[in-house]
């Protein structure tokens, strides 16, 4: 019997790479990217089609809980009992704490925070409604953290302190869920080669007078142990891994895959 995911932005980015590894090693795949993006969400589930595995596109923005809860009935009416859910989707902005708006700040909230809730919550609800998940193939919720969900970065504040969040909501999950056999766990990256990490470097550049692409060049030299920056692809094995029976008596963690710039 095959394994159903959702993973949500997997539209580009890291949210792709974390789909297209999950067919790789099995999986039936929802697509989810926001409203809008209809065309690159149906390419990705194209490409997992084309691995022979079957895919479906649910467009939500998983900020709003009646998206989120239509997303994962897509899920399940197009590919079956869902077994994992990946709550990747997330949005970055660079800005002085000082100058942050309230629609800045309640903007980052609802999507890294309540997205993050929302799909924990609606996939939870669904895992324990099937009854399936046991102790030796135990329900998987996984989400994205952050290095800046350790150590915060300076004009990046309200974004690491929803990271910071994140880490301490799937706590929470983990003990909670435990009893239904759902495990819950984060992944942190670190400097990844996404629009996301492109949008950052700019921002950081502007403030500190650099042009593009050398403060993301200084954070790899000066920061990065492995000394270069992180593919899609590197975080999309770790999320392999919690969302394998190789991770099984794994819950209630925040793993970082950032190449050695935040120890544990």
Partial sequence: MGKTAIVTGSGRGIGRAIALRLADDGYDVCVNDIPGNDSIAEGV???IRDKGRKSCIA???????SEVQKMVETS??????????????????????LDLTEE?????????????HNCYSVAAKQLIKQGN??????????????????????????????KW?????????????????????CYAPGIVDTPMWELIDSGLGKKQ????????????????A???????????????????????????????????????
């Fill in 104 to 116: 800045d700040f309640q903007r980052m909230l609802s999507v890294n925070i309540t997205g993050v």
């Fill in 133 to 162: 998940c046991k102790k030796d193939a135990p329900g998987k919720l996984i989400a994205a953290s952050s290095i800046v969900g350790f150590k915060a970065f300076a004009l990046l504040g309200h974004y690491s302190a929803t």
């Fill in 76 to 97: 399940v009416k197009e590919l079956g009992d869902l077994n994992t859910m990946v709550a990747n989707a997330g949005i970055a902005q660079v800005k002085g704490m």
């Fill in 165 to 185: 969040a994140v880490r301490g909501m799937n706590q929470a999950y983990a003990m909670e869920l435990a009893e239904h056999n759902i495990t819950c766990n």
């Fill in 45 to 47: 589930a194209k490409e």
């Fill in 209 to 224: 007078n650099k042009g593009k692409g050398e403060v993301m060049k200084y954070y790899v030299k000066e920061l990065t």
């Fill in 59 to 65: 467009l939500a923005d998983v900020s709003k809980l």
């Fill in 226 to 264: 492995l000394g270069r920056t992180s593919e899609p692809e590197d975080v999309a094995r770790l999320v392999a891994f919690l969302a394998s029976q190789d991770s099984n008596f794994v819950t209630g963690q925040t793993q970082l895959v950032d190449g050695g710039i935040v120890f544990t």
